[in-house]
């Protein structure tokens, strides 16, 4: 039942961004076509996911794995809930603030996750910048994906910049806009071995993107 509910949903999502985004799409060879991969993001709607996950044919989507925020997903409302974890298949990540031992655990929670899509060879879908931002800016990176990044320093890291979603469905809105929208996606890099580097570089390629619109 979950299968087919899967695909109906996926199926549904491509036909919707074909016909209200319209997507352009830049250098979609440098797409990973398997894993283990870690696709970095720029974030600004509720659509970002959705349409990473429309790049990709139904065979591949049970191997995609989205970060995504637990206070949101998975602890507001149970159906949502179900549909995070059951279709969407998220890998939780906790943005609440907490004593040190909350913290810790839920870090070590975090990066066993992913460690383990990781090792079933799965392609993560992460924004690291931690939230929706504005749109068409690059905020922050946080330091979570150079930890992840030294953690499997074999794993490739593909930068993407999303142009036009922040506008199609701002944060707050439930209806998207017709739009042409655009993604560009950059050729895949590794750890380097300094975290502030490796950030750095990372924010960088993704800017680099954002200039080719």
Not at 46 to 74: C, G, I, M, W
Not at 184 to 190: D, L, P, S, T, V
């Amino acid at each position: 039942m979950k299968q087919i509910i899967s695909v109906i949903f996926f199926l549904t999502t491509k036909i919707i961004v074909l016909v209200l985004l319209g997507l352009r799409i830049q250098h979609r060879e440098r797409l990973p076509t398997t894993g283990p991969a870690i696709l970095v993001a720029n974030h600004n709607s509720h659509l970002d996911t959705l349409v990473l996950l429309s790049l990709f044919p139904l065979s591949k989507v049970q191997h995609l794995r989205p970060v995504a925020n637990e206070e949101y997903f998975l602890q507001q409302n149970p159906c949502l809930a179900w549909f995070a974890r059951h279709i969407l298949h998220i890998i939780p990540v906790s943005t609440e603030s907490g004593n040190c031992r909350d913290n810790c655990n839920n870090h070590r929670n975090f990066f066993k996750n992913c460690a383990d899509a990781i090792a079933e060879n799965q392609i993560l879908i992460l924004y690291p910048e931690g939230t929706r931002g504005t749109p068409e800016s690059i905020g922050e990176f946080r330091s979570g994906i150079a930890h992840l990044a030294k953690q499997h320093p074999h794993v490739p890291i593909v930068p993407i910049f999303l142009h036009g979603l922040g506008k199609a469905l701002p944060k707050g809105d439930f209806l998207i806009v017709p739009l042409v929208c655009s993604i560009f996606i950059g050729e895949a890099m590794y750890w380097n071995g300094q975290k502030q580097i490796f950030l750095q570089q990372l924010t960088e390629r993704v800017q680099a993107l954002s200039v080719e619109k």
